[in-house]
């Protein structure tokens, strides 16, 4: 039986994301340049991959004489906010309080970003 589509980004695809994210549009030789060089794929395991990405809509391809040009259709911020809401459907009971909540108590956050939280606290307050 085949396994289900993820709507969220795997490892590996994420990695893919980022390189196009960061050059906007690139061919696959491209994108395997462009991996940290400890991540050791082959050629043909890149273009599988930009293949599925290709089918769950996070990128295109266009033509370019006998390559294919990649871009992505999905943003970092969209792809973030997108696993985000996952995570909090999945585990909190699709409360995204109770899932920064969690983080909240999980993680040491150093001042600077708690004063970030404090600040979008107060602004979201300030919109409801």
Do not use: C
């Amino acid at each position: 039986m085949a396994r289900k589509k993820s709507p969220i980004l795997t490892e590996a695809e994420l990695r893919l994301m980022q390189v196009l994210w960061e050059k906007d549009s690139a061919t696959v030789g491209e994108v395997l340049a462009g991996l940290p060089k400890d991540t050791a794929l082959a050629y043909s395991t890149v273009l599988t991959t930009l293949r599925i990405l290709e089918t769950k809509g996070y990128v295109a391809h266009s033509e370019s004489g006998r390559a294919f040009v990649y871009h992505p259709l999905i943003g970092r911020e969209e792809a973030i906010r997108t696993a985000t809401q996952q995570l909090a459907r999945r585990f909190f009971d699709d409360s995204p309080g109770m899932l920064a909540l969690n983080l909240l108590e999980q993680e040491n956050i150093d001042e600077r970003e708690l004063e970030r939280i404090k600040r979008l606290i107060e602004r979201s307050r300030e919109n409801s």
